[in-house]
């Protein structure tokens, strides 16, 4: 296993712990638990979505971190094979990736704002909106690395 190998799994494990954060931080804000949390997806909501936020920040920072190193040599021996093969979906999925995960990143100074005093209520809607666009990008993002990384691999 080499170094690529190794930086891709703690990218991805960093990228499994944020998913976690994300989704359950925005089923709290979207599906807040109305009565006493009694089964499993009751409990999953009734997590308090301030506790997350910043966590959130920082596996967001760390991930996007992570994919920055490992992004060098996704272009040279991934993106080249995908383009060889002319799989443009998927190359394409990839890019449209980045930028989704760059928006998240812009979008994390108003989001650890919003959630650093969550008590107010008047500003509930901007955090559930930040927290779904986030939550969008972070899943996106996911899903998209993990079935680009299955069809060629990587650092093989």
Do not use: C
């Not at 409990?43 to 997350?52: D, H, L, N, Q, S």
Request: no cysteine; aromatic share 12%; charged share 10%.
């Amino acid at each position: 296993m080499n170094g690529w190998t190794i930086l891709l799994i703690v990218h991805g494990l960093v990228a499994v712990a944020l998913l976690g954060a994300i989704t359950h931080q925005a089923l709290g804000v979207w599906v807040p638990v109305r009565r006493p949390a009694g089964n499993f997806v009751a409990r999953f909501r009734a997590v308090p979505g301030a506790g997350y936020a910043n966590a959130i920040v920082v596996l967001y920072l760390l991930a996007a971190v992570l994919g920055a190193v490992i992004y060098a040599e996704y272009r040279i021996s991934v993106r080249t094979v995908l383009q060889q093969l002319e799989m443009r979906s998927a190359e394409g999925a990839f890019e449209l990736k980045e930028h989704f995960a760059a928006i998240g990143l812009g979008l994390l100074p108003a989001y650890w704002y919003y959630w650093r005093a969550p008590a107010a209520s008047d500003h509930a809607r901007t955090r559930a909106m930040l927290t779904s666009i986030l939550a969008f990008a972070v899943w996106f993002s996911f899903l998209v690395g993990h079935v680009v990384n299955n069809i060629r691999g990587f650092g093989v």
